[in-house]
Every structure is written in structure tokens, then in C-alpha cells.
């Protein structure tokens, strides 16, 4: 039986539709992989396709893409597909939130009902974009030194890699994308952005077990 | 820690002397550049209206720039070479 990834894509603001974008390397990386492939693409980004992929695929890996907070991780139009106060079926599933804070309550939460893993953000997920680029987001040069190394979770992830792996080589891509970015040869943009970068660094956290592996 | 329970600890005159060091930062911002924060996508001149408005985002923003500065100024972020 062929591993499986869940991803969740809603594209119904300008977040979310960058997330979207950035995410079809990580599904392009998955399918090379061989792995079942549940995309959850802008309206089906919802409570009941999210629920029912979960509960009868059961995904190795989740990938959440989506708006969040403390205790939530929603969908298209701001649906909420995982909630801390609503269990859902995430045994033995590897779980990475690309949205704003979810690790701070809802993270351990996903553990306690039986995730192998969580990787998520304490605080706020941030990231620069150009104006110019935003209907081109894979063109966006600024936005790649954010979303490229947040990819890098799910692709080490991909190629049966410990999570712990995965944390330390996007933390690591990270700091590197920072350092060019205080460097004298960054442009404007890059520097003023750069301590956005620098909370995802600092706040981007594991949970669970740190050798889990798909 | 939440990030805006440490903003939330800053006294008075601490909150509003970071204030004018993010909003004199924010003026200098790049017009072409947007940030993604806190579930909004914020441009150059909402930026600073959050941050004048000292909402959820404006406290985000100028805590991030507070750590960036601590963090800058402790070396911390030498600490990873």
C-alpha cells in the first residue's frame, strides 16, 4: 500500500493563495515519491471533504496550508478543519500547519489523540510578498526565501527522513535565506523583511516523537 | 508565552517608545512590499494604521521587530554560525 499525503490548498485570499501556489512542488516532490496524493484544492478545502480524506485514507502525512490560531487551523473562507476541542483521527499521522500559532494549543493537542508529530509555529506564520507578483506568486523571489524553506518540512518529510530532520534542515535553509538577507548584497526588500524570517526561525517548533518517519 | 502577553508586559512609556521606533521603520518601507501576518495580507499604509491602531497585528509586528532588535543586539542571531 502506497503512502498518502493530505494537503490542504484553500486560495480565497492572498495568503492562502500564495500558500496554494508554493505548495505544488511539495505535491510534484510527492507524487516522484510515489504517494497517494489527496489535494484539497481551494473549495474542497472544506470541514466535510477535509473530514472524510481523514477518516477513511488516513494520510501519512497531513499538510495544512490555511489561516490558524492558538487552537484552530481552517479552510476555504475561513472554515475550521481542525479545532483543539474536536478530536479528530490523526493517529499515526505526521502533521506540519503552515498557518499562524497553531502549535501554541492545538499542536499538542493533535499529539495527545495519537499524532505521531506536529511541526507548526508558536506565534505568527509571517511572510513578505511583492505586490507586483501577486498574481504570480511562483515568480515572487521575496516570498521564495519564506516558503521554500517551510517546503523543505514536507519534501525531507517525503524522502523518509526523521521530522527532526526536517525541523533542523528548514531552520537551517532559513537562517541561511536570513543571513543573505542582512547581507550588503540583499536588496532593500530583503533586508527590511528580514526579521519577519527571523520569528518563523525562532518560533517554528516539533512536537511528538522526534525520530517519526513516514 | 503568547506574543502579545510579552507585548502586553511592556509598561507605558516602553510600549510607546517601541511604537515610534516601528511606526519611524514602517515609514521607510518598501511601497512594492506586503507582509502576510496574523491571517491578513497587511500593505505599507494598513501596516501602519495597525500599528498606530495598536491591534492584533500592530502588536505582532512591532513585538517581532522588538525580539529582531533584542535578539540583534545579544548576538543571538550570530548564535547559529
Known amino acids: 500500500m502506497n503512502k498518502s499525503l493530505l494537503v490542504t490548498r484553500p486560495n480565497d485570499d492572498c495568503t492562502t493563495n500564495y500558500l496554494s501556489f508554493w505548495s505544488l512542488s511539495v505535491i510534484d516532490e510527492a507524487k516522484r515519491k510515489g504517494f497517494d496524493i489527496y489535494d484539497l484544492f481551494a473549495k474542497k478545502a472544506n470541514r466535510k471533504d477535509f473530514d472524510s480524506y481523514l477518516r477513511f485514507q488516513k494520510p501519512d502525512i497531513l499538510f495544512l496550508n490555511g489561516h490558524g490560531n492558538e487552537k484552530t487551523v481552517t479552510g476555504f473562507a475561513g472554515e475550521t478543519l481542525l479545532i483543539s476541542s474536536k478530536k479528530k483521527p490523526v493517529k499515526n499521522t505526521i502533521i506540519y500547519a503552515r498557518s499562524c500559532s497553531a502549535a501554541t494549543i492545538l499542536g499538542s493537542k493533535l499529539i495527545s489523540w495519537g499524532a505521531k508529530a506536529f511541526i507548526g509555529y508558536i506565534r505568527e506564520f509571517i511572510f513578505g510578498y511583492t505586490q507586483s507578483k501577486i498574481t504570480r506568486p511562483l515568480e515572487d523571489s521575496l516570498a521564495r526565501l519564506f516558503l521554500e524553506p517551510s517546503n523543505l518540512v514536507v519534501t525531507t518529510i517525503l524522502k523518509s527522513h526523521k521530522v527532526s530532520e526536517a525541523v533542523e534542515r528548514s531552520k537551517e535553509m532559513m537562517y541561511q535565506n536570513f543571513k543573505k538577507m542582512i547581507s550588503a548584497t540583499a536588496t532593500y526588500k530583503e533586508r527590511y523583511s528580514a526579521s519577519w524570517l527571523w520569528s518563523n526561525i525562532k518560533n517554528q517548533v516539533l512536537y511528538g516523537d522526534m525520530d517519526a518517519v513516514v | ?81
Not at chain 2, 52 to 67: A, P, V, Y
Open chain 2, 1 to 81: 508565552m503568547t506574543a502579545i502577553n510579552i507585548y502586553q508586559s511592556l509598561d507605558k512609556s516602553q510600549k510607546e517608545e517601541l511604537k515610534k521606533i516601528v511606526l519611524a521603520r514602517v515609514q521607510v518601507m518598501p511601497k512594492d512590499l506586503n507582509v502576510s501576518v496574523g491571517g491578513e495580507s497587511v500593505n505599507k499604509s494598513e501596516l501602519i494604521r495597525h500599528i498606530e491602531k495598536e491591534d492584533k497585528i500592530g502588536e505582532i509586528l512591532m513585538l517581532t521587530e522588538l525580539e529582531f532588535l533584542q535578539d540583534l543586539a545579544a548576538g543571538a542571531i550570530y548564535a547559529h554560525e
